[in-house]
């Protein structure tokens, strides 16, 4: 069965403006939907990324530097992931389609390649 990773795209201040106790229901919201993926036996994995913190990896010149990141001035940032098991992309479009986290941002869906896929 294909592996699927649901990026959790948000804006930052979205969370920034949220009380404490607004913060824990919020947090209540995905505890749910975990625990359903879970019972139903497609979620394989995922982790909330820390905030604010981040390094991009560019080679120029020839050379590879590091620069902090994700950038402030960056409208969206990959707050966390999920990773499911679905037979498609229909069904884990279906799967994610009740996830709270599309109450706060977007959610990109990509099928993780199998590691014996020869290219194409």
Not at 71 to 95: C, L, M, P
Request: proline fraction near 6%; glycine fraction near 10%.
């Amino acid at each position: 069965m294909p592996t699927y990773l649901l990026f959790l795209h948000e804006d930052p201040s979205v969370f920034a403006r949220v009380s404490p106790e607004e913060m824990q229901a919020i947090i209540q919201k995905y505890s749910s939907w975990k625990q359903r993926m879970m019972e139903a036996g497609a979620l394989t994995g995922g982790e909330k990324l820390q905030d604010g913190t981040g390094r991009v990896l560019r080679r120029t010149g020839g050379r590879a530097s590091v620069i902090d990141g994700p950038y402030t001035e960056s409208k969206e940032v990959i707050g966390g992931f999920f990773q499911i098991r679905a037979d498609n992309y229909e069904q884990a479009v279906r799967a994610a389609s009740d996830c709270p986290h599309l109450e706060y941002g977007t959610i990109e869906i990509r099928e993780v390649e199998p590691v014996n896929a020869s290219p194409t």
